[in-house]
């Protein structure tokens, strides 16, 4: 059942992450996928390992048709420092998780940038850093939402 929910949950957020939408929504747009990546691997460390993470970035690349790798490093990257912190991360409520989650995303951000160099040249600005910004502003309601459908599911 938690295989079948989280595929279906990276398939939403890979569409979330591909919606067509305006300038201004793609300074601010949260990065869904890195989202879903992290509230499992809070939750759940046992069904989530650096391959599946390396894996759903690899989707990620292909689906956002940038460098290949690139998503799926930075990915990889972020599960493992996260992985190095989870006990004092997992013993915090959400609100007080922000800052940690905002640095995941960051370095996240970071990695993919880094790689994308390879292909070419990257335009740098500070909006870019909007995304992981929104995303951890965005991290207790997303959480509290994925906790009420897991728990609907269990209860079902």
């Known amino acids: 059942m938690n295989a079948l929910l989280l595929a279906l949950g990276f398939f939403l957020a ?4 591909s919606l067509p939408m305006g300038p201004l929504y793609l300074a601010l747009r949260p990065d869904f996928v890195a ?3 992290l509230y499992w691997a809070i939750t759940s460390a046992t069904e989530l390992g650096l391959g599946v993470a390396w894996i759903i970035g ?8 940038g460098v290949l790798g690139a998503h799926a490093m930075a990915a990889a990257v972020m599960i493992f420092i996260l992985y190095a912190g989870l006990g004092k991360v997992r ?9 940690f989650i905002f640095i995941l995303l ?21 909006a870019l850093l909007l995304g992981p910004l929104t995303a951890a502003l965005l991290w207790p309601v997303f ?5 009420r459908i897991r728990h609907r599911l269990r209860s079902a």
Not at 14 to 17: E, I, P, V
């Open 14 to 17: 890979l569409a979330g992450d």
């Open 35 to 37: 989202l879903l990546l």
């Open 58 to 65: 690899l989707i990620q690349d292909v689906v956002d048709g």
């Open 91 to 99: 013993n915090l409520p959400p609100w007080e998780q922000l800052f």
């Open 106 to 126: 960051l370095a996240e951000r970071l990695v993919a940038w880094s790689w994308q160099i390879w292909g070419g040249p990257i335009a740098w600005n500070l």
């Open 143 to 147: 959480v509290y939402l994925l906790d």
